[in-house]
Nanobody, 121 residues
Framework: QVQPVESGGGSVQPGGSLTLSCEAS????????AAWFRQVPGQDPKRIAT???????TYDLSVKGRFAISRDSAKVALYLQMNNLTLEDTAMYSC???????????????WGQGTQVTVSL
């Protein structure tokens, strides 16, 4: 029943950077895969980055090389450093966890409300 809270979103120009945070009051990431999803109106949420319990990251090709996911077990926190943002990065970003990173979206739990990222001129 613990819901993480995302923060760090906002408006930025193309080429800019933002760092998103996902924090929780209880351990919802330890031993699990933590991930960032983003959703655009009219589309299903898309998994863009994951990080397993050992800290191994994976990225969707659309963000690979520009985004970096990390986790801090002591703070029960998940981060997403976003660089060289483009108009296509505009979306609602949410964090969640699952037993394994490759599981379908329905198997992810502890979804936050999301933080909006808007990239515009």
């Amino acid at each position: 029943q613990v819901q993480p809270v995302e923060s760090g979103g906002g408006s930025v120009q193309p080429g800019g950077s933002l760092t998103l945070s996902c924090e929780a009051s209880a351990d919802i990431f330890s031993g699990l895969c933590a991930a960032w999803f983003r959703q655009v109106p009219g589309q299903d949420p898309k998994r863009i980055a994951t990080i397993d319990d050992s800290g191994w990251p994976t990225y969707d090709l659309s963000v690979k090389g520009r985004f970096a996911i990390s986790r801090d077990s002591a703070k029960v926190a998940l981060y997403l450093q976003m660089n060289n943002l483009t108009l296509e990065d505009t979306a609602m970003y949410s964090c969640a966890s699952a037993e394994r990173c490759h599981l379908r979206r329905a198997e992810y739990q502890y979804w936050g409300q999301g933080t909006q990222v808007t990239v515009s001129l």
